[in-house]
Nanobody, 125 residues
Framework: QVQLVESGGGLVQAGGSLRLSCAAS????????MGWFRQAPGKEREFVAA????????YCADSVKGRFTISRDNAEHTVSLQMNSLRPEDTAVYYC??????????????????WGQGTQVTVSS
């Protein structure tokens, strides 16, 4: 079992940067592949980025590729999402999630068993 807590959201102008962090509790953190998702008002939750249990493999959605970077520190039990060149369309609640299904690139939300409470990111134009 793993509990997840996100932080780092906020209000930023277009073109700016934010770094989201997700702190995980539980001794088995390093056995989970991790993902970031986001959900804007009136829209479905969408995949943003994922990282394998070791951190050696990552995958980002086309909409954020080249702007967002996912990373993890298994010693610190954290996973981060560095977001650069932010756009108004990046505005959403961002969620950290964990899956024990192993690494297979992007997975739909239904395949992640553990979720954080979310952190709001607002990008003004």
């Amino acid at each position: 079992q793993v509990q997840l807590v996100e932080s780092g959201g906020g209000l930023v102008q277009a073109g700016g940067s934010l770094r989201l962090s997700c702190a995980a509790s539980g001794r088995t953190f390093s056995s989970y592949a991790m993902g970031w998702f986001r959900q804007a008002p009136g829209k479905e939750r969408e995949f943003v980025a994922a990282i394998s249990w070791s951190g050696s493999s990552t995958y980002c959605a086309d909409s954020v590729k080249g702007r967002f970077t996912i990373s993890r520190d298994n010693a610190e039990h954290t996973v981060s999402l560095q977001m650069n060149s932010l756009r108004p369309e990046d505005t959403a609640v961002y969620y950290c999630a964990a899956t024990s299904r192993g690494w297979d690139g992007p997975r739909p939300p239904t395949q992640y068993a553990h979720w954080g409470q979310g952190t709001q990111v607002t990008v003004s134009s």
